[in-house]
């Protein structure tokens, strides 16, 4: 019982550090890089793209159901996009699975995801055209459509110390003339 008890404490204590460690990670980009005019489907199948969402701060993820450490983080980013999408910022979960909607959809459904649309590239092609080394990454994309930062790895994105980093860029995006 003790053991357990002091494992849980250790865990609890290694949570701020774990987003601590993701903001450390975040690369804020500087000056703005542009992006290419990357190509998705929506979850009714409609032929969609990046450019669709200009005008508002986009955290785009880009993730695999078969990528453990997205999995792990799909439920943050579905809190992300409860907590602050609306009228300033989405959150696009960009799948690259081959099998496509039929794939996400069971995943978004054992899981638990409601708030986050789906978004698949069955090809690939997005995540080579946005340089993504390895899953998941994930790019703040301004209301101008430009990358300003980026964070290769999973992340705890409803921790507080993520929300103020994105909500201090939603800050910036309304200050711009």
């Not at 959809?105 to 054992?110: L, W």
């Not at 994105?157 to 103020?164: H, K, L, S, V």
């Amino acid at each position: 019982m003790r053991r357990t008890f002091l494992l849980l404490l250790l865990l609890l204590a290694a949570l701020p550090l774990a987003a601590a460690a993701a903001e450390r990670n975040f690369v804020l980009v500087d000056p703005p890089k542009a992006l290419p005019d990357v190509r998705f489907v929506d979850g009714e199948g409609r032929n969609r793209a990046l450019a669709d969402f200009k005008g508002k701060v986009v955290l785009l993820n880009v993730w695999a159901t078969w990528c453990v450490p997205c999995r792990k983080e799909m439920p943050t980013l579905d809190r992300l996009q409860n907590a602050l999408g609306g009228a300033d910022i989405q959150v696009i979960a960009l799948s690259i699975d081959r099998q496509g909607l039929d794939v996400v959809r069971k995943f978004y459904g054992e899981i638990g995801i409601r708030h986050l649309e789906m978004h698949v590239d069955s090809s690939g092609k997005a995540a080579r055209e946005l340089g993504a080394v390895g899953l998941p990454t994930t790019l703040l994309v301004d209301r101008a459509g430009r990358e300003v930062g980026r964070l290769v790895g999973p992340a705890e994105w409803d921790a507080p110390d993520m929300i103020a980093v994105i909500r201090q860029r939603i800050d910036q995006e309304h200050d711009r003339p």
